[in-house]
């Protein structure tokens, strides 16, 4: 076949796509990055998943040579951050450090502005959150086979507490109900600071909380920690027995922190990014902040993450069809 000008033109254009994309295979594995990476926390400042990610960002930040600046995007149970992930070029410079909300949303709510699965890519989780069942030592109730008692002695009268109404506290509880067969009332706050203040005066009953707003008062003696809510026991926690350790085998929620970037982002990139994860949470320094959050590092490859997510929104699917929860519209 003779070597003609349109043939010329077209292994031109092949040649010139090919050097294209071998540069950029090189720029996002060499290259990368070359200005600030943004980190959007859908939580407002000072939440746990904030706390998490600015620990890690600080440590990535060393290691890249770049700043993460982190941006608190809160508001409608996490779903405005995600939106702003979803929507944003995949270039690697736009990141979510996100909770297990993230896989709550698709079925607390009716419609959502973005695909939970097709509009993100995992890169990892970065630490689990055991939630502690903690209670008022004035209740009189010292283990969780005397909590389940007294709900199965006067169903309806016990209530929990909660940091919203589908959030990770709320699951867990809902979870512990369930396998438990007790009939207890779900109590509403928009966080944790008000829902273990009532907890603390015994207006409501128990409260399934994340370590770090509790471990004072559990070590002051002010709460009584009956169990944790997680598959294993708390590092923060060594002695507490997990739910089914005391006596309710399927109770166990996994509350995760992680990150996740938007679904088109090279896999080069994704790769850098869990590698760097994985690097800062061998550091000291956080290690030593995880513990005193009661926080306990996890790590999953990207395709496993992904994986991980898919089969968590279906088991919350029917979590939250078996508690009775309407999405909101």
């Known amino acids: 076949m003779p070597f003609t000008r349109t043939t010329r033109r077209t292994a031109a254009t092949a040649l010139a796509a090919a050097i294209t994309s071998l540069s950029f295979g090189a720029f996002a594995q060499g290259g990368y990055p070359t200005k600030p990476i943004r980190v959007i926390v859908p939580f407002a400042a000072g939440s746990t998943t904030d706390i998490i990610a600015r620990a890690i960002a600080d440590k990535m930040g060393q290691s890249m040579g770049q700043t993460l600046v982190v941006d608190n995007r809160g508001g409608a149970s996490g779903t405005i951050g995600q939106q702003a992930v979803a929507t944003a070029a995949p270039d690697g410079y736009t990141v979510m450090i996100h909770s297990s909300s993230h896989t709550v949303s698709p079925s607390t709510f009716a419609k959502l502005p973005f695909d939970t699965v097709g509009d993100f890519a995992g890169v990892t989780p970065i630490s689990s959150l055991p939630n502690a069942l903690v209670i008022s030592p004035a209740k009189g109730i010292k283990t969780l086979q005397d909590l389940v008692a007294t709900a199965k002695a006067k169903p309806g009268t016990v209530n929990f507490a909660s940091a919203?109404?589908?959030?990770?506290?709320?699951?867990?509880?809902?979870?512990?109900?369930?396998?438990?067969?007790?009939?207890?009332q779900n109590i509403p706050f928009k966080g944790s600071a008000e829902a273990v203040t009532e907890v603390l005066s015994g207006r409501v009953d128990y409260y399934f909380s994340p370590i770090a707003p509790v471990i004072g008062q559990i070590k002051d003696g002010q709460l009584l920690a009956l169990a944790v809510g997680s598959p294993k026991r708390a590092a923060a926690l060594p002695d507490v027995p997990t739910t089914a350790e005391a006596g309710v085998p399927g109770s166990e929620f996994n509350f995760w922190i992680g990150m996740m970037v938007p679904a088109k982002t090279p896999?080069?990139?994704?790769n850098r990014l869990h590698d760097e994860v994985v690097k800062a949470l061998a550091t000291p320094e956080v290690k030593e902040r995880f513990l005193k959050l009661g926080a306990d590092a996890w790590t999953l490859k990207p395709?496993?993450?992904?994986?991980?997510?898919?089969?968590?929104?279906?088991?919350?699917?029917t979590l939250v069809k078996a508690a009775g929860l309407s999405p909101t519209q």
């Open 164 to 184: 919203g109404q589908g959030s990770a506290t709320h699951l867990n509880a809902e979870k512990f109900k369930l396998a438990a067969k007790i009939d207890a």
């Open 267 to 270: 896999r080069d990139i994704v």
């Open 303 to 317: 395709e496993q993450f992904d994986a991980y997510i898919k089969d968590e929104i279906k088991s919350n699917a």
